[in-house]
């Protein structure tokens, strides 16, 4: 085998275990919620994410002059704070409030509200067919709140408040995306997680505070505190400097494309390992979600 084909081997190997660190995300989250209060699961994910990524900055600047101007500190923050902290608290608040067919759905719509925005800033030229693909995957995503799984003890049911949070984690995650194409950091997307991680455990301790100043952590058990581990080290961490990665030796479009596995991979696990079920109907709003992003997507 050439060392071509190796390297390819690799990558997208490493692309699986991106999916599978993301997808899981959402099955580690809805088994920590069993015993921890999502305003808690957020603040500890983050400090462990922030935990993990400084030294992983530090080793990557090591030898670097860092020259940074006040402008370069204050597009750090936006895209750190405006993209990732807030991005990670919708999404945990969100998640605990619904399922995960519901919210991988939903956050599968993030690179349509991209090109909407992209079209709005005058970045990107958008067709009419563009736009009926949107059309057809909000339709599906309007669809899935007139959808309910039978219900079943113990698992979670989606709630309008649930698909809600989820929808704005996906806006504000595609205005950033939006956003860092018109201001490209200097520093790099490493660094921009480093501000993310860290300014968003500054900013949520006083929420660490309130919410767990009644909270009994030492009777956790070593499956809740794995779960928020994972959140934060894995999914936070892990999946995105795998990302950082291949999107440097792989067309940014194809690596982009894999993503759209990700709701496939989450429901597939969700029914596997938590029991949630999957109605016809659900299946035929997310296949009208799916059938929205091909258009958009294929004729871009």
Not at 102 to 130: C, D, F, K, Q, Y
Not at 167 to 192: D, N
Request: with cysteine.
């Amino acid at each position: 085998m050439s060392a071509g084909k190796t390297s390819n081997a690799l990558l997208y190997l490493l692309i699986a275990v991106m999916m599978l660190c993301w997808s899981g995300n959402y099955i580690a989250a809805r088994i920590v919620f069993r015993e921890v209060p999502a305003e808690i699961v957020i603040c500890i994910r983050t400090l462990v994410s922030a935990v993990l990524i400084v030294p992983i900055f530090w080793y990557q600047s090591r030898g670097r002059k860092i020259e940074a101007t006040p402008r370069d500190l204050c597009l750090l923050a936006v895209l750190g704070v405006g993209g990732i902290t807030v991005n990670q608290l919708f999404w945990t608040l969100g998640v605990a409030r619904t399922t995960v067919l519901h919210s991988s759905m939903i956050m599968a719509t993030t690179p349509l509200w991209v090109v909407g925005m992209a079209a709005a800033m005058r970045l990107e030229p958008i067709n009419r067919i563009r736009l009926l693909g949107i059309g057809i995957a909000l339709m599906g995503v309007v669809s899935l709140q007139f959808i309910r799984t039978q219900s079943v003890a113990g698992q979670q049911q989606p709630t309008l408040l649930g698909d809600f949070l989820i929808l704005g984690c996906a806006i504000p995650l595609a205005a950033m995306t939006v956003f860092g194409k018109r201001h490209k950091p200097k520093l790099g997307g490493i660094a921009v997680n480093a501000m993310g991680y860290v300014g968003g455990s500054v900013l949520l301790a006083p929420l660490l505070w309130w919410a767990g100043r009644n909270f009994q952590f030492s009777k956790l058990s070593p499956g809740a505190w794995f779960g928020m581990f994972y959140m934060g080290a894995f999914s936070s961490v892990t999946g995105y400097l795998i990302y950082y990665y291949v999107l440097a030796r792989i067309p940014a479009s194809r690596v982009g494309a894999f993503q759209y596995l990700q709701p496939v991979i989450a429901t597939a696990l969700a029914f596997l390992i938590l029991g949630e079920r999957v109605g016809e109907g659900a299946l035929a709003a997310g296949g009208m979600v799916f059938a929205g992003i091909f258009v958009t997507e294929r004729f871009s």
